[in-house]
């Protein structure tokens, strides 16, 4: 009985200093921070990838090169997806007002979501540009996406530049994106 007296107080200790850290962690942590996250495919070419948009059109990657291309891994079911989507519809918006300097942004439904199930998420949630359907999950599985929402910068040249394993904000991204037009001047 004396001894668990004695241990008592440093099990009380190590919990405190956990949660210490772990609202330092947290505290520190901002939502609308669009931050890097690793992959061995920046500065590499972008994986050949194609696939069919909700319109039933055929879609490739490697077409799009000479733009500036966003492709957002989402799913309808995804919870931080849906919070998201308004920062999409605002960068867009911005990116459209840009004309032919805008990026193309692209939304890869990375699941096994149905068909009715997107075309009903993008009519509640609004949201006019091409969404690709990946049922098979190969186009996620050639960027080696881990969780959604996830998305990737491709340049111009074609070259995979960002990626980002969070929510996105319309700010943040087209800071981002005017910062790599910036460098590749």
């Not at 004396?2 to 956990?18: E, F, G």
């Not at 901002?30 to 069919?52: E, H, R, Y």
């Amino acid at each position: 009985m004396a001894s668990r007296r004695r241990i008592a107080p440093w099990i009380a200790l190590a919990v405190a200093v956990v949660l210490a850290a772990l609202f330092v962690v947290l505290a520190g942590a901002k939502s609308d921070q669009t931050d890097s996250a690793d992959t061995p495919l920046i500065g590499k070419p972008a994986p050949a990838v194609a696939g069919t948009t909700l319109a039933g059109e055929s879609w490739e990657l490697s077409r799009r090169k000479g733009s500036w291309v966003v492709l957002n891994f989402f799913q309808s079911t995804c919870v931080p997806c849906k919070e998201e989507h308004p920062e999409l519809v605002r960068f867009a918006e911005q990116q459209a007002r840009l004309g032919a300097d805008g990026a193309e942004l692209y939304t890869i439904d990375f699941s096994d979501d149905s068909v009715d199930s997107v075309r009903k998420f993008f009519a509640n949630n609004g949201g006019d540009w091409p969404i690709v359907l990946d049922p098979r999950g190969s186009i996620g599985v050639a960027f080696a996406v881990n969780k959604v929402p996830e998305t990737w910068v491709i340049s111009p040249a074609g070259l995979v530049v960002f990626r980002t394993i969070a929510k996105v904000t319309a700010d943040a991204l087209s800071a981002q994106i005017q910062q790599f037009r910036e460098l590749s001047r």
